[in-house]
């Protein structure tokens, strides 16, 4: 019986190619897309899962009340150093403990081969306990895990830099030398590990031992349980243990273990324990992460997104199913007659649309496959191909295409399988489809979504270029950004800028610890001459040299630039004012203190500097106090010149003959500026291509039920027609119908649009306005794509000879 339903299901569908078509090509849209982001999804999940007793991995992170930028919460991933190996002296259920430093991206180290000439800079260079591989597992290919740190001026190498620095040669016991200059020390290769066998949250490319002097002596003196939060804090505790009973004592610690500091400071400050398998999706609002994690809330929307266009195809197979209804009434009268039951064919117009579904996804395999890579592109992913032959993903892929098979086709085979075998003999071919409201209101959902998803391409392109032409209160463009990067180029700071400052196309040179829109990780605790040293206001601070204003283009409101000789003398932004209550033209008299535990330092106002956006638009402008940096971290460089090949050449030159084996790395600071709304770049292309393929699942939609309205009203198309109807009258007692269909999706889509996207913008401090006109525009966008799909189909039903129809009739 079953097979002989899957045969008339085959010949049915190749009877009615031209709807088979269009079904199995929105189902197959819909299914790739499914695929497409469940693949990713899948991808996301299983970081960290390989350690031993993962379960037992917890991070310590801290949260601390209004001392963020500008008096905001600041909530970090790490902690300070001494809190560590303290939880594991007093909670017995802590069984060991570890710290990691890293200080980002933007502080790569110089490394070389000892006996080689060739330097490079290195990125995710981590300095961690010699415990860091008793927490973590990783697989050695050289040298032995347990031993590998506990030596001063040891390093552990990923498997790709030994690769780099020693090719084919065993790395093992190999000397390298770290940095330059007087700050230079070699160090021991101790072990080489594979990287990437496994998804984890900490791809470091190098390792070197806390016990090394220099960052790592100066992390194990840190005593102070309340200040100096940039340790990333590692537990492992007893397999069974009650996290959240854990997490419940730790108030009682650090009050214990710092009173006396978060007193001094008057912080109010929390630990909190997450689970090292959280990381990476349940971090959201959490800041200072070892590498870019991703959000669980984003997977489920991708999710939702994906289902919604999977029910927009359903929706097709249905309205095309009912359209051709008639078609198949003779088939169906005549089968009832010769003895099929209600209930045999409701099983046979099931199987036709799982059939369907089914070959829908074995076509969508080899699709995913092939656009896997622009997958990964469009969502920074990394999925690799046998993800998409997962069992995890190929069996809910396949209950996916069943459901969506089921959900198509109960409700024509509820209607079709209702024709009364009567009506079909006495030749009254008119099959009721059920109430056309019904059909309409699936057409309805589908504009909805297409409206909603127009508007979201709209309101996220119009953010990113708010982003793109607001004031910065600094020149982007043609500002370059050198990186001295070791303290020998440091030192040769003037000399440098000596060298490059005749070359032709530059305007204007000057020095920076931090360029702008880079990320500013110190700050420091002020208060004003005469106030409670423990309320102290956070300010972040930078470091610049003379002529610093001139060469970014940021303006001064009052007061003088920095000097050579400047010492405590310091320029602060109106943030700055605004956060001490100090009027502008009462700031030159002004003063900040800084009290550290038992030193006090004085600073004096200078000048101020009009609020400028010195990280991402998504944060307020944050209090900054800027002091003279005589040997800074970046060089920038102004120019002119449109000419950029030449002008880099001899910029090349300049610095080779100063720095002769220090790699040469630059920036254009527009670039890196444009890297601050990397997401959103993503999120407008995923949104665009995700609004495409539901217009185009739309399109086939209204093609479905105009072709069954076509079907239905063929006689009074003919009738019109010999009356002296033309082809415009004919196409326009169509298309009024799915105008007010679009109507009525503006309006529902509407509040849904401006709801989700008004919370979306609220994680931008600078934002672009909602305006009315967004709706109207992606409702006439709607109607524009409506009229032309409903004039393709109906021109061929107005321009085809009414005697034929009425013959018919």
């Known amino acids: 019986m079953f097979r002989n339903y899957i045969k008339i299901a085959w010949r049915s569908l190749l009877k009615n190619r031209l709807q088979t078509l269009i079904n199995l090509l929105g189902l197959t849209i819909g299914t790739v897309c499914c695929l497409s982001i469940l693949v990713y999804v899948f991808a996301q999940f299983g970081y960290d899962k390989h350690h031993d007793d993962s379960e037992s991995l917890y991070k310590v992170r801290t949260f601390i009340k209004g001392t963020g930028n500008a008096g905001s919460d600041a909530n970090v991933a790490t902690s300070s150093p001494p809190i560590a190996f303290a939880m ?57 895990a347990k031993k590998a740190l506990e030596e001063p001026n040891t390093i552990v190498l990923s498997s790709t830099l030994a690769q780099k620095l020693f090719g084919a040669e065993k790395a093992l016991g190999k000397t390298l030398v770290l940095g330059s200059g007087e700050d230079k020390f070699d160090v021991t290769v101790t072990g080489v590990f594979q990287e990437r066998t496994y998804k984890s949250h900490i791809n470091p490319n190098y390792i070197l031992s806390m016990n090394s002097p220099g960052v790592g002596e100066f992390v194990k003196n840190v005593t102070n349980f309340a200040t100096q939060n940039f340790a990333h804090t590692y537990i492992r505790v007893l397999p069974g243990t009650d996290y959240k009973k854990l997490e419940q004592k730790l108030p009682e610690f650090l009050q214990k273990r710092g009173g006396q500091n978060l007193a001094a400071v008057g912080f109010d400050k929390s630990l909190f324990l997450q689970k090292v398998g959280d990381i990476h999706l349940y971090s959201k609002g959490i800041e200072n992460q070892l590498e870019e994690v991703s959000n669980i809330q984003y997977l489920y929307l991708l999710l939702i997104l994906a289902l919604v ?103 024509p085979a509820l209607i079709l399988s209702s024709v009364r075998p009567a009506h079909v003999l006495k030749g009254i071919m008119n099959v009721s489809s059920g109430s056309g409201n019904f059909r309409k209101g699936l057409v309805v959902f589908q504009f909805v979504i297409s409206i909603v998803l127009i508007v979201a391409v709209i309101i996220i392109n119009k953010q990113i270029e708010y982003t793109k032409n607001k004031d910065l209160g600094f020149k982007k463009e043609n500002l370059i950004a050198i990186r001295l990067g070791t303290d020998e180029a440091i030192k040769k700071f003037d000399a440098l800028r000596s060298q490059i400052s005749g070359i032709s196309g530059i305007t204007s040179l ?73 009027d502008l033209k009462n700031a030159l008299a002004s003063r900040l203190i800084q009290t550290y535990e038992d030193r006090t330092y004085t600073y004096e106002i200078v000048g101020v500097v009009e609020d400028y956006h010195f990280s991402s638009l998504k944060e307020v402008i944050a209090p900054i106090i800027l002091f003279n940096e005589n040997e800074p971290d970046w060089l920038l460089v102004k120019t002119n010149t449109t000419d950029f090949a030449s002008l880099l050449s001899n910029l090349k030159q300049a610095w080779t003959s100063v720095n002769s084996h220090i790699p040469f790395v630059y920036t254009f600071v527009d670039k890196e500026v444009e890297k601050l709304y990397a997401e959103e770049q993503r999120l407008s292309q995923i949104s665009i291509v995700f609004t495409g393929l539901a217009i185009l699942i739309s399109c086939l939609g209204l093609f479905g039920l105009i072709s069954f309205m076509a079907e239905q009203r063929k006689k009074e198309i003919g009738i019109r027609k010999v009356l002296g109807a033309s082809v415009a009258t004919i196409i326009n007692m169509f298309a009024k119908d799915f105008i007010k269909l679009v109507i009525i999706a503006l309006v529902i889509a509407t509040p849904i649009a401006y709801y989700y996207l008004e919370n979306w913008l609220e994680g931008f401090a600078y934002r672009t306005s909602i305006n009315w006109w967004v709706f109207i525009l992606a409702g006439g966008v709607t109607i524009v794509i409506t009229f032309v799909t409903i004039f393709v189909q109906t021109f061929r039903a107005a321009t085809i000879n009414p005697t034929k129809n009425l013959r018919a009739e």
């Open 88 to 144: 594991k002296e007093d909670f017995p259920e802590v069984l060991e403990a570890c710290r990691v430093v890293y200080f980002g991206e933007g502080n790569d180290a110089l490394l070389r081969d000892k006996n080689s000439t060739n330097s490079y800079y290195e990125s995710k260079g981590y300095l961690a306990d010699p415990t860091f591989f008793e927490v973590f597992k990783y697989s050695f290919t050289q040298g032995d």
């Open 309 to 411: 266009i999977q029910i927009a195809a359903c929706i097709n197979f249905i309205n095309l199913s009912t359209a051709r209804a008639n078609k198949r009434a003779k088939e169906i009268g005549v089968r009832k007659v010769v003895g099929a039951n209600k209930a045999s064919l409701i099983r046979q117009f099931l199987g036709e649309s799982v059939l369907l579904s089914i070959i829908s996804l074995i076509i969508s395999i080899p699709i995913t496959v092939l656009v896997l890579p622009f997958v990964n592109i469009l969502t920074k992913g990394d999925a690799i191909y046998a993800d998409i032959f997962h069992l995890n993903i190929l069996l809910p892929m396949f209950l996916l295409s069943v459901i969506s098979g089921l959900l198509a086709g109960i409700y």
């Open 510 to 582: 000057a020095g920076s610890n931090q360029y702008p829109s880079e990320n500013i990780l110190g700050d420091l605790g002020l208060h004003l001459p005469g106030e409670d040293p423990t309320k102290q206001k956070i300010v972040v601070y930078n470091g610049i040299s003379d002529n610093y204003f001139k060469t970014v283009g940021t303006k001064l409101a009052i007061g003088r630039d920095l000097r050579v000789g400047d010492s405590t003398q310091v320029i602060v932004n109106k943030a700055t004012l605004k956060a001490f209550n100090i």
